[in-house]
């Protein structure tokens, strides 16, 4: 069990490669969609008017050209959510491409989402280290759920994973600022 943001977490670590459903768990997740024709990437709002995202989503991509949506669980029923486009669009100056260190960009919307009981920003925390071996981390998201399947998944989902040791498994070798899952 976890606090976040004042609200309990509780992980099912017995079944760490099984993904389920988050109905309205998650509020702060967003799906990215570009020319509001194909989700791309998910992201995460940070207050109403800023998303964290991966850089390599981004890079090359004109901000207006990406919509928002928020508040969804179903990636078929977006309409339901809060949409917003992005105004602009900032990468962590040091990101490389090739090994994806410092993969991450900020982006700035044009207006601010409505605070909701499905709408809410994520609670940053000031820890400076990453998780230790061994320990679980929950990831969220509408991602492909297998290693043969290249459709991402039409719902919200969440999983619990478990941190591995830097091996042959996780290459190139993560940096301080990376974590190696299974």
């Not at 390599?56 to 339901?80: D, E, F, N």
Request: glycine share 6%; charged share 5%.
């Amino acid at each position: 069990m976890w606090m976040c943001c004042n609200k309990t977490i509780i992980l099912n670590t017995k079944n760490n490669s099984r993904l389920y459903g988050t109905a309205n768990s998650w509020p702060w997740i967003v799906a990215l969609y570009i020319n509001n024709a194909k989700v791309f990437c998910g992201g995460f709002l940070i207050s109403y008017q800023h998303v964290v995202t991966a850089a390599h989503c981004v890079l090359g991509v004109t901000p207006s050209t990406i919509t928002v949506y928020a508040g969804i669980q179903m990636l078929s029923s977006r309409s339901s959510g809060q949409s917003r486009v992005v105004y602009n669009l900032t990468t962590h100056p040091s990101y490389s491409a090739s090994d994806f260190t410092n993969d991450i960009a900020i982006l700035t919307l044009q207006s601010v989402f409505d605070q909701t009981s499905i709408v809410g920003k994520c609670c940053l925390t000031f820890v400076t280290s990453l998780p230790s071996i061994g320990e679980h981390a929950v990831i969220v998201g509408w991602g492909v759920t297998s290693s043969t399947s290249t459709t991402v998944s039409d719902q919200l989902l969440q999983g619990v994973i478990q941190v591995q040791s830097s091996s042959s498994s996780c290459s190139p070798t993560p940096s301080r600022l990376q974590l190696c899952t299974g």
